[in-house]
């Protein structure tokens, strides 16, 4: 069974600095990942994906995230972060078998809190 | 194209009443999915769908059952709600393998409160 783990629960930073968010997962089999982001009062949103290829993926707004085999890990990271940034950030981890994808397994959250 | 519409948004219930969830999708997909979200816990897959006709237990299905009589809806059912089920349930939906890889989407969300 795939498991993920968010290290970090709450991540405050200041406006236009940098942030890394941490996402660590477990599976024995090869896996795809993802990053959702929630605003509040909100559902869950797909930030970014790591599906084959390429390590480094990218989201529209500024969000990066590289798989890491070897570390197991899928982080994320924003070289500058705005005060619309703030939100809670999940980390999920998927995998394919021959009966088709299997659902999502979250992590339990970041929440990024941007100050001004 | 609304996506994923969740009925009602919000509800209190007192302990021992029933109700069911509605989650209706527009997108054709075959995987439909409800989720519970806790304040420091995450979402956590209560059942799932992977087609009309089909359900199957999650991490946490005590307490609940679902249906999925159409493709495009998944209910959940309470049949006697606790405290315990107060919580935001997140229904989701995607298609399957292959294009499965585009992800799942998310309802607005249900915030439920059991008094």
């Known amino acids: 069974a795939q498991s993920v783990t968010q290290l970090d629960s709450q991540v405050p930073v200041f406006e236009e600095a940098p942030v890394e968010l941490r996402c660590n997962y477990s599976?024995?089999?090869?896996?795809?990942l993802f990053w959702y982001v929630q605003y509040p009062n909100q559902g869950l949103q797909l930030l970014l994906k790591?599906?084959?290829?390429?390590?480094l993926v990218k989201s529209i707004n500024g969000f990066e995230a590289e798989f890491n085999k070897s570390q197991t890990s899928f982080h994320l990271r924003k070289p500058s972060v705005h005060i619309s940034d703030t939100a809670e950030y999940f980390c999920?981890?998927?995998?394919?078998?021959?009966?088709?994808?299997?659902?999502?397994?979250f992590g339990k959250g970041t929440r990024l809190s941007v100050i001004a | 194209n609304a996506g994923v519409t969740q009925t009602p948004k919000f509800r209190v219930l007192k302990t021992g009443q029933s109700m069911t969830l509605l989650c209706a999708q527009d997108?054709?997909?075959?995987?439909m999915y409800w989720y519970r979200q806790d304040p420091g816990m995450g979402l956590r897959l209560i059942h799932y769908?992977?087609?009309?006709?089909?359900?199957a237990k999650g991490e946490v299905p005590d307490g609940y059952n679902v249906s999925r009589l159409k493709k495009q809806n998944f209910l959940l059912g309470l049949e006697s709600a606790a405290p315990s089920q107060t919580s935001v349930y997140f229904c989701?939906?995607?298609?399957?393998?292959?294009?499965?890889?585009?992800?799942?989407?998310f309802g607005q969300g249900t915030r439920l409160t059991v008094v």
């Open positions: 989701a939906s995607s298609y399957s393998s292959g294009q499965g890889l585009a992800g799942a989407f």
């Open positions: 769908s992977v087609g009309e006709g089909t359900t």
């Open positions: 997108m054709n997909h075959e995987y």
């Open positions: 999920a981890v998927s995998r394919v078998d021959l009966s088709g994808n299997t659902p999502l397994v």
């Open positions: 790591y599906l084959s290829g390429s390590t």
């Open positions: 599976s024995s089999v090869s896996v795809y």
